[in-house]
């Protein structure tokens, strides 16, 4: 006879619910290896090996520009430019000097090498050609040292400021003013020239240049040279296979 305890205590069938995609046994560990691989192929080998044929050339070319400007500075009297036009001078502290003001005696312990005797020392024994020898000896000082005390003089020095006239002056100096820039497609034989204004100068200017290219499928890679000789060296009817990261050419392989 069966009692309601024992009905309770008999264990209810589950039912096992099947794990769709990679979740099911045996092919988690596959996909989660793929993913790894995946994973690997964009960090380590992030670029494309492609052909492309260029098409277009764009530069930019950027002139620092410089003008005077009338400026105040100071400078030591024997440092100012000839060109200046001192306006004050003042007394200003420019050192210190060391002067000798006479001297003074001090005594001194000295080390020195007193000779106190001789000893005999044997340097080497000589054959006397009937199978029998002789040792040859030498007489050499010996020494020792002795303190000694003694007077010298010695020189006294004082320390002196050292005074100088400070010169404050107008002088024309070149500065910074601006940046002058141009932009082009094309590879053009002369560069343009920078519009200076009346008191201006170049001080430095820098150029940048870019390949535009196609692959067979039209799609578009830009290259930026590494200088005007690189960027001259393509040929439009000429095919260059890229390394490329998206549409930005990682490294031409010539």
């Not at 420019?94 to 080390?111: A, K, L, P, S």
């Not at 920078?194 to 170049?202: H, I, Q, S, T, V």
């Not at 535009?212 to 001259?232: C, F, M, N």
Request: proline share 5%; glycine share 6%.
């Amino acid at each position: 006879m069966t009692t309601p305890f024992d009905k309770a205590s008999q264990p209810k069938p589950t039912r096992r619910r099947k794990k769709p995609g990679c979740l099911r046994q045996g092919c988690s560990v596959g996909c989660v290896g793929l993913l790894l691989l995946l994973i690997a192929a964009l960090l380590f080998d992030p670029t494309d090996d492609i052909t492309a044929t260029p098409y277009g050339y764009e530069w930019e070319q950027r002139t620092e520009i410089e003008h005077q400007e009338l400026v105040t500075e100071s400078a030591w009297e024997d440092e100012v430019p000839a060109e200046a036009q001192q306006l004050s001078s003042t007394r200003e502290l420019f050192g210190e000097d060391r002067v000798r003001t006479g001297t003074r005696t001090e005594t001194r312990t000295i080390m020195e090498r007193r000779r106190i005797g001789t000893e005999r020392v044997k340097v080497e024994t000589k054959e006397l050609g009937d199978g029998s020898v002789e040792d040859v000896f030498e007489s050499r000082p010996i020494y020792e040292n002795v303190e000694r005390t003694r007077e010298i003089e010695v020189p006294v020095f004082e320390v002196q400021p050292v005074y100088k006239n400070k010169v404050s002056y107008t002088i024309q100096r070149w500065k910074p003013h601006r940046t002058h820039r141009a932009f082009g497609t094309g590879r053009p034989e002369v560069w343009p020239e920078a519009d200076l204004n009346e008191g201006e100068r170049e001080k430095n200017q820098e150029r940048d240049f870019v390949v535009q290219l196609r692959d067979a499928d039209g799609k578009i890679y830009q290259y930026r040279a590494a200088d005007e000789a690189e960027w001259r060296k393509f040929r439009n009817s000429q095919s260059y296979r890229l390394e490329t990261i998206g549409t930005r050419v990682h490294k031409v392989l010539w």
